[in-house]
Nanobody
């Protein structure tokens, strides 16, 4: 069992930065792949980024590539999502999730991440002037 807690969301102006974090606890949580997702009420949840557990390989949705960076600190069991050059369309609830065996698929630039077993409760990011 793995527990995930997101923090670090908030209100930021367009062009600003935030760094939400995902703290994991439980058995061998550092052996899990971690993904970040976001969801706007009334819309489908979408994949944002994924970081592998072993060599730390990363993937990003085209909409955030070059602006967001995912990283992990296994000593702290924490994964970060550095978000720069934020846009109003980045406003959403951001969730992290963990999975032992995950796969990804790109479709028209959208990132689909499959195989997540555990989910956090989310942190709200609002980009507005």
């Amino acid at each position: 069992q793995v527990q995930l807690v997101e923090s670090g969301g908030g209100l930021v102006q367009p062009g600003g930065s935030l760094r939400p974090s995902c703290a994991a606890s439980g058995s061998t949580s550092d052996g899990y792949t971690i993904g970040w997702f976001r969801q706007v009420p009334g819309k489908e949840r979408e994949g944002v980024s994924r970081i592998r557990s072993n060599y730390g390989g990363t993937h990003y949705a085209d909409s955030v590539k070059g602006r967001f960076t995912i990283s992990r600190d296994n000593a702290k069991n924490t994964v970060y999502l550095q978000m720069n050059s934020l846009k109003p369309e980045d406003t959403a609830i951001y969730y992290c999730a963990a999975g032992e065996s995950t796969t990804i698929q790109y479709l028209a630039g959208a990132l689909f991440i499959y195989g997540m077993d555990y989910w956090g409760k989310g942190t709200l990011v609002t980009v507005s002037s």
